[in-house]
T-cell receptor, first 119, second 114 residues
Framework: AQTVTQSQPEMSVQEAETVTLSCTYDTSESDYYLFWYKQPPSRQMILVIRQEAYKQQNATENRFSVNFQKAAKSFSLKISDSQLGDAAMYFCAYRSADAGGTSYGKLTFGQGTILTVHP | EPEVTQTPSHQVTQMGQEVILRCVPISNHLYFYWYRQILGQKVEFLVSFYNNEISEKSEIFDDQFSVERPDGSNFTLKIRSTKLEDSAMYFC????????????FGPGTRLTVT
């Protein structure tokens, strides 16, 4: 079974600064997807960014980028120019690529990191 | 933009009562999921549903739980006899078939069992 670990329960950053959230995972699969979800106080789950394991290029979405190290099984999220609206719980999640086989695309989540943004 | 909706937003029930949580997935999506998040903890997978049947379920999804797609739009999660430990946020999600299509989450239903 796959596991996802977020070792930072809480992180804080000054507005306009950069912060990196860590995530490691354990899997024996070679093809999979990784995601970062944001959960603000409303508790809605919002997709921030995704990465396909077969792609070497790191995904980027505006101020959000990832550092995907497949050999190290590491998937960190970098938030540049942090804004007050970035304050939330962030979850790293794993999904097998074999959606038609043993896994129907379920997401396995890490424990989450609470991000505080200071003005 | 299409979105997943869930009702009710908050449900309070007494221990031992049955509850039904409702979800309307995005209309062209084919895979449906329920997840649970106990307050302050991580989001946990409960069950996935495809082609009108359960495709995968977790250890949490025991005989007290059931899912149904009674018509072409609704997707429900039933808990037959609620326990205190069922108190949690329940999220419905759906996705399209194939590829990397991500799961779109509903806003969640907060279930409180007293």
């Amino acid at each position: 079974a796959q596991t996802v670990t977020q070792s930072q329960p809480e992180m804080s950053v000054q507005e306009a600064e950069t912060v990196t959230l860590s995530c490691t995972y354990d899997t024996s699969e070679s093809d999979y997807y990784l995601f970062w979800y944001k959960q603000p106080p409303s508790r809605q789950m919002i997709l921030v960014i995704r990465q396909e394991a077969y792609k070497q290029q790191n995904a980027t979405e505006n101020r959000f980028s990832v550092n995907f190290q497949k050999a190290a099984k590491s998937f960190s999220l970098k938030i540049s120019d942090s804004q007050l609206g970035d304050a939330a719980m962030y979850f790293c999640a794993y999904r097998s690529a074999d959606a038609g086989g043993t896994s129907y695309g379920k997401l396995t989540f890490g424990q989450g990191t609470i991000l505080t943004v200071h003005p | 933009e299409p979105e997943v909706t869930q009702t009710p937003s908050h449900q309070v029930t007494q221990m031992g009562q049955e509850v039904i949580l409702r979800c309307v997935p995005i209309s062209n999506h084919l895979y449906f999921y329920w997840y649970r998040q106990i307050l302050g903890q991580k989001v946990e997978f409960l069950v996935s549903f495809y082609n009108n049947e359960i495709s995968e379920k977790s250890e949490i999804f025991d005989d007290q739980f059931s899912v149904e797609r009674p018509d072409g739009s609704n997707f429900t999660l039933k808990i037959r006899s609620t326990k205190l430990e069922d108190s949690a946020m329940y999220f419905c999600a759906s996705r399209e078939d194939g590829g990397t299509y991500e799961q779109y989450f509903g806003p969640g239903t907060r279930l409180t069992v007293t």
